[in-house]
């Protein structure tokens, strides 16, 4: 009896040293900002579970679908393929988001230049390059909408001595796909009914 009883005191002992262990973990991990972490990869996990996007808003203002040569797997030297779509736009011109998602990369890479990478709904990664300039404020982990600028046309990475575009790249958990039958021309800021009553008064 006297045995099991002390046998019991010696597990509450190991149990109340266990807590106080998950509770020093926990403390490090708000102090060290690492919770932080944690919830943007449970948020990023909760996005692959969703199904991808079909439709994508073109990522330049004023250039329609139609507007873009498809240039889906065209050779590129080097044995190389073309694994997106050119937008051809001014310098300096501002790149959209295309999806809802989340960033988890802004970085400069040989081909791509100045790039950012966001990723969204089932997992897809969606690659902006030769970015002349990033856009203030954004940073890995924040979240985007299609209304968020990434950054600015231009010709870094292998585009130096091209005219000025954006590379869009989509990427699924298997390899690049086309983005071009995805994309979908943004509606022009609409005019609202009070706006247009005003028109009509004119
Ligand atoms: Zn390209």
Known sequence: MEVLRLGNMRWLKRLSKVFAVLAVMLF???????????LFYARVARLYTRS?????????????????????????GDGRRHEGQDIFAARGTPI???TNGYIIKI???????????????????????????YAKNIHVR?????????????????????????????YTLTGAINPLPLLSDR??????????NQLSVL
């Open 28 to 38: 490090l991990l708000v102090v060290t900002g690492a919770s932080d972490t944690l």
């Open 187 to 196: 509606v022009a800021p609409t005019v609202t009914r009070r706006q247009r």
């Open 96 to 98: 959209l988001s295309a």
């Open 142 to 170: 924040d979240r985007v909408t299609t209304r968020t600028v990434l950054g600015y046309v231009g010709t870094t990475g292998n585009a130096q001595g091209t005219p000025p575009h954006l590379h869009f790249g989509v």
């Open 107 to 133: 970085g400069e890479n040989n081909l791509g230049g100045q790039t950012v990478s966001v990723v969204g709904a089932g997992g897809r990664v969606y690659y902006y390059a030769h970015l002349d300039s």
């Open 52 to 76: 991808p996007d079909t439709k994508l808003a073109m990522p330049l203002e004023n250039i329609s679908k139609k507007e873009v040569a498809d240039t889906w797997q065209a050779p590129r």
